[in-house]
């Protein structure tokens, strides 16, 4: 399993592509000439870039749904939907389809977030909103999500 760190803020080129910037493709040499998946995010309006060996354990899960129940057919469907692989040209940069683009309302100026295994692909006006939304109580959140969680400590 591949660990990113960081956020990047970069400029999309009249054609639609993101260089890649040097402190996120150090972190990708490993996994870089495997490819990438990208795909829409289920709870945002944002981009998710996969390392394709990541891809492969996301989408093991995913195999396993019993294909004769209708919901899990048609979250299949809907969560496939848009799928690209992706590869980083020579000149260090990814190209994202027009579909995407629309999807996730990418104007010119966007942000490379990681989240642990994948990165998310922000329009940069639409992550700031996310991430300073009045609305979640982040400490609260982190209580709720990460406070039954045992410590390295008390393990």
Known sequence: MINIIGSYECKVDSKGRIPIPTGLKKQLSTV???GFVLK???FHN???LYPISEWNIEISGVNKLNRFVKKNNDFIRMFM????TITIDNA???QIPKDLVKFSSINKEVV???SVNRIEIWDKDLYEKTITNPEVDFAQLAEEVMGSIPTPESE
């Open 32 to 34: 870089d000439s495997e």
């Open 40 to 42: 829409r995010s289920v």
């Open 46 to 48: 944002c981009l998710e």
């Open 81 to 84: 939907a848009g799928v690209k």
């Open 92 to 94: 260090g940069r990814i």
């Open 112 to 114: 490379l977030s990681s």
